[in-house]
């Protein structure tokens, strides 16, 4: 079992900056494919980034260029960082672990965090 809590979500304005975490524990997260997801208010919830086991990085097209997730394993911690932000972005982001490789679509998860709200003003 894998417990996760994310931080660093908040208010910023567009073209603003943030980066949020996602500290794990119970297991070590080296042996899970990472993967960040976000749900907007009325919308179903979207991958937004995934880092693999082996630290091959993949994203959702309206992210790339802006947003990037790295991992550091000997803190058990998963980052995104999330640059040139758009109201867009608005929603809350949840971190998520998978037992497998790639994976792009929410089912295909296996836990997950309880999410940080991350508003992006005009």
């Known amino acids: 079992q894998v417990q996760l809590v994310e931080s660093g979500g908040g208010l910023v304005q567009a073209g603003g900056s943030l980066r949020l975490s996602c500290a794990a524990s119970g297991r070590s997260l080296s042996t899970y494919t990472m993967g960040w997801l976000r749900q907007a208010p009325g919308k179903e919830r979207e991958f937004v980034a995934a880092?693999?086991?082996?630290?091959?990085?993949y994203y959702t097209d309206s992210v790339k260029g802006r947003f990037t997730i790295s991992r550091d394993n000997a803190k058990n911690t998963v980052y995104l960082q999330m640059n040139s932000l758009k109201p867009e972005d608005t929603a809350v982001y949840y971190c998520a672990a998978r037992a497998g490789g790639r994976a792009t679509m929410t089912y295909e998860y296996d836990y997950w965090g309880q999410g940080t709200q991350v508003t992006v003003s005009s």
């Open positions: 880092i693999s086991r082996s630290y091959i990085t």
